[in-house]
């Protein structure tokens, strides 16, 4: 059974940083593709940003240069690296997985057959 486990939501101020971490049990994240997600009230769910098996990243356009996903193989693990955060990134944060492609900015929800809870991050002053 896929679980994937999210944690590191919180509340900051502009120009903060959070890191979420996303815990994967069967299934390995190590070769495969892993994302996080996000979605404002009201909004649809958009890619943040993508791992590849290949370890190629992919990132949103909102969100380039400030935010660095990256895998740990030795726990299974990936996480989302947030900086100068800013009060348009408050959202549920969610993780998800799939084999293959595609994995990159372009791919959806539907492209994911795996998903965690999401974690809730608020930024504001």
């Known amino acids: 059974q896929v679980q994937l486990v999210e944690s590191g939501g919180g509340s900051v101020q502009p120009g903060g940083s959070l890191r979420l971490s996303c815990a994967l049990s069967?299934?390995?994240?190590?070769?495969?593709?892993v994302a996080w997600f996000r979605q404002s009230p009201g909004k649809e769910r958009e890619v943040v940003a993508t791992i590849t098996g290949n370890n190629f990243l992919y990132y949103a356009e909102a969100v380039e240069g400030r935010f660095t996903i990256s895998r740990d193989h030795a726990h299974n693990s990936v996480f989302l690296q947030m900086d100068s955060l800013r009060p348009e990134d408050t959202a549920m944060y969610y993780c998800a997985a799939r084999f293959g492609a595609p994995c990159n900015v372009r791919s959806s929800r539907t492209d994911f057959p795996h998903w965690g809870q999401g974690t809730q991050v608020a930024v504001s002053s």
């Open positions: 069967g299934f390995t994240a190590s070769g495969n593709c």
